[in-house]
Nanobody, 123 residues
Framework: QVQLVESGGGLVQAGGSLRLSCAASERTFRSYAMGWFRQAPGKEREFVAAITWSGGITYYTNSVQGRFTISRDNAKNTQYLQMNSLKPEDTALYYC????????????????WGQGTQVTVSS
């Protein structure tokens, strides 16, 4: 059972930056693709970014392309989401996820989830 713990959320002004981290409890993390999802109040959970197990390929939703960067350090069992040029519409609870097979953009692929970290962007 992989446990995921997010950190790094907070309150920031529009145009600012935050770096989210997600620490995994086991080395098996290294064999999984990793993703970030977010859920704003009253909205469904949506895909933000993902990265393959090797870190060689990354995926982004259109609204964050060019502003967010996903990365991972398999030696530290940790993945990251660097968020720059933040906008009020980025405000949401951000979840880290790990999964083995399926559509990398779909939440159904991911078997393990963190509890989430809140990101609030003020205008």
């Amino acid at each position: 059972q992989v446990q995921l713990v997010e950190s790094g959320g907070g309150l920031v002004q529009a145009g600012g930056s935050l770096r989210l981290s997600c620490a995994a409890s086991e080395r098996t993390f290294r064999s999984y693709a990793m993703g970030w999802f977010r859920q704003a109040p009253g909205k469904e959970r949506e895909f933000v970014a993902a990265i393959t197990w090797s870190g060689g390929i990354t995926y982004y939703t259109n609204s964050v392309q060019g502003r967010f960067t996903i990365s991972r350090d398999n030696a530290k069992n940790t993945q990251y989401l660097q968020m720059n040029s933040l906008k009020p519409e980025d405000t949401a609870l951000y979840y880290c996820a790990a999964g083995g097979a399926g559509n990398i953009y779909s939440s159904r692929r991911y078997d393990y989830w963190g509890q989430g970290t809140q990101v609030t962007v003020s205008s």
